[in-house]
């Protein structure tokens, strides 16, 4: 079977002086089109490591990634901008603060500007168009993660990256930036990897979960499978935590 997305055998240490820290072991993964992967552990699980992998960002040790069953192993950013993009956790920092938005959106396409597609992007994400004319300080940071989400939609990414999207987000921004997701998967439109330490938040978004720990997947099935019968102690410590949370 040939996945939109699909990871083999990543393998990544990070060697500081005396000191080695394996990110990741082993990782296989799938993503199918119209699917969003949750990836959950604490910090320094190997979370972002397998994103930034995923993105080109750090060059894997070992492991294979493909896209639509063509290799793309060692492609930089630039190259795999084509077909993935990512949403920062930080999205008012990851915009350029000299330019408006409409103009840091339109930067993150290909080919001709087109202004009336910016808009109805802006208007899908649920933003005034009057903020296009604004720039990054002067939008809130709910603001400012939807209008990423804008720009990742104007570029064409066919698979969307998210690191800790939601985290930096007061409440009421992280609702509609959740409900924003929701529906944009129910209308087809959201093939993402979503990571994030918070495995109650990915089991409202996400169709199967990954559990990270120590750079290993200790545990991977459908959102149901691994909500109501997780296999790994690990989980079972994660499940427990946010059901507390919850109190």
Same mark, same amino acid.
């Given at each position: 079977?040939?996945?939109?997305?699909?990871?083999?055998?990543?393998?990544?240490?990070?060697?500081?002086?005396?000191?080695?820290?394996?990110?990741?072991?082993?990782?296989?993964?799938?993503?199918?089109?119209?699917?969003?992967?949750?990836?959950?552990?604490?910090?320094?699980?190997?979370?972002?490591?397998?994103?930034?992998?995923?993105?080109?960002?750090?060059?894997?040790?070992?492991?294979?990634?493909?896209?639509?069953?063509?290799?793309?192993?060692?492609?930089?950013?630039?190259?795999?901008?084509?077909?993935?993009?990512?949403?920062?956790?930080?999205?008012?920092?990851?915009?350029?603060?000299?330019? $408006?938005?409409?103009?840091?959106? #339109?930067? *993150?396409?290909?080919?001709?500007?087109?202004?009336? %597609? &910016?808009? /109805? =992007?802006? @208007?899908?994400?649920?933003?005034?168009?009057?903020?296009?004319?604004?720039?990054?300080?002067?939008?809130?940071?709910?603001?400012?993660?939807?209008?990423?989400?804008?720009?990742?939609?104007?570029?064409?990414?066919? $698979?969307?990256?998210?690191?800790? #999207?939601? *985290?930096?987000?007061?409440?009421?921004?992280?609702? %509609? &930036?959740? /409900? =924003?997701? @929701?529906?944009?998967?129910?209308?087809?439109?959201?093939?993402?990897?979503?990571?994030?330490?918070?495995?109650?938040?990915?089991?409202?978004?996400?169709?199967?979960?990954?559990?990270?720990?120590?750079?290993?997947?200790?545990?991977?099935?459908?959102?149901?499978?691994?909500?109501?019968?997780?296999?790994?102690?690990?989980?079972?410590?994660? =499940?427990?935590?946010?059901?507390?949370?919850?109190?």
């Amino acid at each position: 079977m040939t996945y939109l997305l699909e990871g083999k055998h990543l393998n990544k240490t990070f060697k500081e002086k005396a000191k080695t820290t394996v990110a990741l072991s082993d990782v296989n993964f799938y993503l199918n089109k119209g699917e969003v992967l949750g990836v959950v552990g604490e910090s320094g699980s190997g979370k972002s490591t397998l994103l930034k992998a995923i993105a080109g960002m750090l060059k894997l040790d070992q492991g294979e990634l493909f896209y639509n069953g063509r290799e793309y192993t060692g492609q930089k950013p630039r190259q795999t901008g084509k077909f993935l993009q990512m949403i920062f956790q930080d999205a008012k920092s990851s915009f350029d603060p000299r330019m $408006i938005m409409e103009r840091s959106i #339109m930067e *993150s396409g290909r080919g001709a500007k087109d202004p009336e %597609r &910016v808009r /109805e =992007l802006v @208007q899908l994400v649920g933003l005034e168009e009057e903020l296009l004319q604004r720039k990054p300080a002067a939008l809130s940071g709910g603001q400012c993660q939807r209008m990423s989400i804008a720009r990742a939609f104007y570029s064409d990414a066919e $698979i969307f990256l998210c690191d800790e #999207m939601t *985290s930096a987000l007061d409440v009421s921004s992280q609702a %509609r &930036v959740l /409900e =924003l997701l @929701q529906n944009l998967k129910k209308e087809g439109r959201l093939s993402a990897v979503f990571v994030s330490h918070d495995i109650a938040l990915v089991s409202m978004l996400c169709d199967r979960i990954m559990v990270m720990k120590d750079g290993i997947c200790v545990e991977q099935g459908t959102t149901t499978d691994v909500i109501r019968n997780p296999q790994d102690a690990y989980t079972k410590v994660l =499940l427990e935590s946010a059901e507390r949370q919850n109190i």
